[in-house]
Nanobody, 116 residues
Framework: QVQLVESGGGLVQPGGSLRLSCAAS????????MNWYRQAPGKERELVAT????????NYADSVKGRFTISRDNARNTVYLQMNSLKPEDTAVYYC?????????WGQGTQVTVSS
């Protein structure tokens, strides 16, 4: 059974940090491009960060460049999103996505709330 399970979300004050994890099971994620998306209330889902299968290339939304870092550990079938200097506008549900050829898998999401 293919699963992506996100963890690490929560409530954090502005300027704080969180590290999200996405554990894949039921398939080997090493061939997949892994992505983090987010969706804030009343807004469309947006791509936050992406990493290639070997981890050699990453890309970020302009709004998070310099603050977020995506990484992966293919041996653990896990991808991470380190989020620093968090802002209230980063509040959203964060989703993990795995994509390769015709396959497109999604996790259920983890809530990140940035508030004082």
């Amino acid at each position: 059974q293919v699963q992506l399970v996100e963890s690490g979300g929560g409530l954090v004050q502005p300027g704080g940090s969180l590290r999200l994890s996405c554990a894949a099971s039921g398939f080997s994620s090493s061939r997949y491009r892994m992505n983090w998306y987010r969706q804030a209330p009343g807004k469309e889902r947006e791509l936050v960060a992406t990493i290639t299968s070997a981890g050699g290339s990453t890309n970020y939304a302009d709004s998070v460049k310099g603050r977020f870092t995506i990484s992966r550990d293919n041996a653990r079938n896990t991808v991470y999103l380190q989020m620093n200097s968090l802002k209230p506008e980063d509040t959203a549900v964060y989703y993990c996505n795995a994509r390769w050829v015709m396959a497109d898998y999604w996790g259920q999401g983890t809530q990140v709330t940035v508030s004082s």
